[in-house]
């Protein structure tokens, strides 16, 4: 008997599905870039499940690959090709384990899907303001385990700033348990921190309690053309003044994004009618009944027209306004997968050096990349960037990609290394970018992530090959 | 010869001080509660004379205690008694490395003072937010170390929040370098979390890269009676949601450790007439320039008067009147000392738990204390209350004060516990509050902090006897 069936073998039939078809949503991930498979789906109810699965999968050396929504971008929830490694999800675990209004906090497990987290705080007129392209199917176990960044880190920060307590599953089945939702906590080491981005490899996330805010009552969106990249700095300065730093999102927005969206999907149409460059979707929330945000966005864009940093632009009058101008900008993933895929970088820089990347980065595509088509956008509030490579129109998708990443993407994080930038702001490594921690990563800080996984998974069963390099495993 | 001379005897002149005026400064903690000894106090200037230091320790086997400031509550930075370890001070690490204005960011050697940090950033019209009473002899290293709180934790966060790139000699003399002051970074394990807090038990933070804000232009400061300690939470809930989560600042303040002041400090006068048993400090800060926070703070009292939440209270009318109650706030800890000190109690629990927190504590020291005084105020806007007690006065302070250790503290943090809430706050755990961890701490936290410190630090030379239950170290 395989191991993984003496696994099997031990847990009750409620825990464990071997159908094909469900099994078949996890075995290739949401970009279709890996493919493995798996003898069984494991979906455990409560702590406790996952804690007998997690020894289990210790005592017999087979791995276990915890999965949430699937929604990742580097493959770091596919199983490998071997057959005999098995899937965990933690959908069955969806409880709201207390929702604290005063406290501003809620306890959640795993499996909670995200937008029913936001959709509950917004019932309490709370915020949780994490925010993401797949939010109505990514869980927040996936969320922690990634880090996940999304539109509104600018103000409310990124997962690890909202996470307060944890609760995990170790890789020897002990559970770390610290709920707790408190704001000041200094008793020893920051240990949920270190599970925080570990994606699944040093323990199972089980349960968080998460930071709410106030809900916003007004709020301000307005799309507006830059006149050049090297704006965005000062314009981002500008509206973090004018607002007092009430500003929740500052996104750009390529034109090449946006005719690639306009060219693919019909019924869009062009918050503006120019032909301009550059686009800032930049949004300012605020909970106070007195604070004018109108007022404040009124000021921002006279004193930035008059600088000559704003060229054109338009304000949201109504939510209906508000949403369309969002669904742009959310709808630019799908005009590149409409459009036959993309070469993705998701790259952080320094926020000043953010311009001064795009043109670099711009210059390099346009030099080795055979007539490739950009698609630029992403948060740059924050420095981080999604420098998307695409085929020309009416070139073999598939193998002028493969060229790209051969030719174009190096480049690309070579010049992001120079800028002291990171390769992965915020998709993590996953499977897909362990190559680049080899090549790009700190040693020093690659050799502790190392004895860290063997010290803490020393059997090395939990999601092996992904994230961290193992010196070796058995599995 | 022992094994700290032949360290001393590899290292040169210029980095060994052994003048045992300057060694006394650090063999005696701030709060004169732990004594020690040392035969050098070591002072690196680069990070590379640090990483030597490290490794001749781990080398010879001998134990090497960092010290910023000395202003630590817990005994973290004192020597043992043995004569045998060495200190370390990275007091002439005070560089700032680079100011990125831009970039909201600036980059520091450990060994910088933290007021100095702060009046750098105000040099540029920015605000570097980390703001606690020491903070004129504190260096950011330790601030780092002990993940400091604060009293603008409630907008800004605390020392964690505050750090966006961490440099680190780590025991084995490597070192872990991740300055780059970026926003986004999900490549791998968060190690630096790891440091932050561990208070220089898994190494020794050398430089930091910190995120700055923009100066606040607009500023309101006012001091509040509140009718009832349970008005706390709906204060600062209508506080939060007039100000747009503008408040910087929301400090608990008794009558009890007023008065406490009052009596001892001579020219302090009370801000408001009456005798009143609860107050706040709040203040909220903007930069912006259309942004009203009076009217904001107007409406808000306006509210809170009409709901009887707020009794009495003054708005500061100029930057005099503002310092004068910051002035306060500030020198409470003093007039505890000039009392004739207090034992303290750091403790967090649930913001929606303060009020009965304080209620249930009050009434533990009522009917266990020996006639006791309290002292309570602190950051009760992050959960976080210094809750002190005092000897009644004409009794001997001492025999009092390990009196009330003894049979008033235990039900204190039992409670806490019992809250679900934490012993240690802001201060960390030293050498003070390793047996409150025994007791109280999560054993699988404190198994794997202790398995964490034999992979990272095997000989177990970095601040023994600290923080962390070492299985055993043979120093």
């Not at 499940?49 to 971008?73: E, F, M, W």
């Not at 490998?80 to 406290?103: F, T």
């Not at 930038?421 to 502790?448: H, V």
């Amino acid at each position: 008997m395989k191991p993984f069936e003496t696994v099997l073998a031990e847990l009750s039939d409620d825990l464990v599905l071997r159908d094909r078809d469900v099994i078949g949503r996890f075995t290739t991930d949401f970009r279709r870039k890996f493919s493995g498979d798996s003898p069984a789906l494991l979906r455990p109810r409560t702590t406790e499940d996952v804690a007998r699965i997690v020894s289990l999968c210790g005592q017999h050396k087979v791995a276990l690959v915890p999965v949430g929504g699937n929604t990742g971008y580097c493959g770091g929830s596919t199983p490998d090709k071997s057959g005999e490694q098995l899937i965990i999800s933690l959908e069955r675990m969806n409880n709201v384990r207390e929702l604290d209004v005063d406290n501003l906090s809620v306890t959640v497990e795993a499996g909670c899907i995200l937008s029913n987290i936001q959709d509950l705080a917004e019932q309490e007129q709370l915020l949780f303001p994490l925010s993401l392209g797949s939010q109505q199917s990514c869980q927040i176990g996936g969320n922690i385990s990634t880090n996940a960044g999304g539109v509104s880190a600018l103000r409310y920060g990124v997962t690890r700033d909202l996470v307060l307590g944890l609760e995990a599953v170790l890789p020897d089945g002990s559970i770390l348990s610290n709920l707790s939702p408190l704001r000041k906590d200094n008793r020893g080491y920051a240990l949920h921190q270190l599970l925080i981005g570990a994606e699944g490899s040093l323990g199972i996330v089980t349960a968080a309690s998460l930071r709410l805010f106030l809900a916003p009552i007004r709020r301000v969106t307005a799309f507006v053309a830059i006149n050049d990249i090297t704006d965005l700095m000062p314009l981002l300065a500008k509206a973090q003044q004018y607002t007092g730093e009430a500003m929740s999102s500052f996104e750009y927005v390529s034109r090449a994004s946006l005719d690639l969206l306009l060219d693919k999907k019909n019924g869009l149409r062009p918050p503006l009618s120019g032909k301009d460059q550059h686009y800032i979707l930049m949004e300012a929330v605020t909970s106070s009944p007195v604070l004018n945000l109108n007022e404040m966005i009124e000021c921002l864009f006279e004193d930035c027209i008059s600088d000559g940093i704003v060229v054109d632009g338009t304000i949201a009058t109504s939510e209906r306004q508000r949403r369309d101008l969002w669904h742009l900008r959310e709808n630019i993933p799908e005009g590149e997968v409409l459009h036959g895929g993309s070469v993705k970088h998701d790259v952080s820089v320094r926020v000043s050096d953010m311009a001064r990347f795009v043109q670099l980065g711009t210059a390099l595509v346009e030099r080795y990349g055979h007539g490739a088509r950009l698609s630029v956008y992403g948060h740059v509030g924050d420095g981080n960037v999604h420098f998307n490579v695409l085929s020309p129109e009416g070139v073999n998708c598939s193998a002028f990609l493969d060229l790209i990443a051969t030719e174009v993407s190096p480049r690309i994080y070579d010049l992001v290394a120079k800028m002291d930038g990171s390769f992965s702001a915020e998709y993590g490594l996953g499977q897909a970018k362990l190559d680049l921690q080899r090549t790009y990563g700190d040693p020093t800080k690659r050799r502790l992530m190392s004895s860290l996984k063997a010290l803490i998974d020393p059997a090395g069963t939990l999601t092996p090959g992904k994230v961290v390099e193992q010196a070796s495993y058995e599995i």
